[in-house]
């Protein structure tokens, strides 16, 4: 197993503000030259939406966002409060949700949901 370093972190507020600033932070971390710069901002934006809309933090709860990268992978992390319910994951591209999860899942090399007592934190791999 590769090496895993942080590569940095930012707490957001559960509002959908937060979106364009969660996918700033990872074009600013990861740089321009970076080859899964786009597939990264573009699992980070799904992921950090699904958290200010669908979870506990949806009304200005915590969220944060991390991103971890080994010499073959960038691990994107979004943790928030939770939900009672698990979330969707749906090919039908004129359903009313699900989309976000379906593209995680068609572009990442694994992804995951982990919850314990503090909330949920979904994850996904990008190789490069």
Do not use: Y
């Amino acid at each position: 197993m590769a090496t895993e370093f942080l590569s940095g972190s930012l707490d957001l507020v559960g509002t959908e503000a937060s979106v364009p600033v969660a996918r700033a932070f990872v074009r600013a971390t990861l740089g321009a030259g970076h080859p899964a710069l786009d597939d990264v901002t573009l699992l980070a934006s799904e992921l950090t939406t699904n958290a200010v809309v669908h979870s506990n933090s949806r009304d200005g709860g915590p969220v944060r966002i991390t991103l971890a990268e080994t010499d073959q992978a960038i691990r994107v992390t979004v943790q928030d409060a939770g939900a009672d319910t698990l979330p969707i994951v749906s090919g039908d591209l004129s359903g009313e949700g699900g989309r976000g999860l379906f593209l995680v899942e068609q572009l990442s090399g694994h992804w995951g949901i982990d919850e314990d007592a503090t909330g949920r934190a979904v994850w996904c791999e990008v190789k490069f």
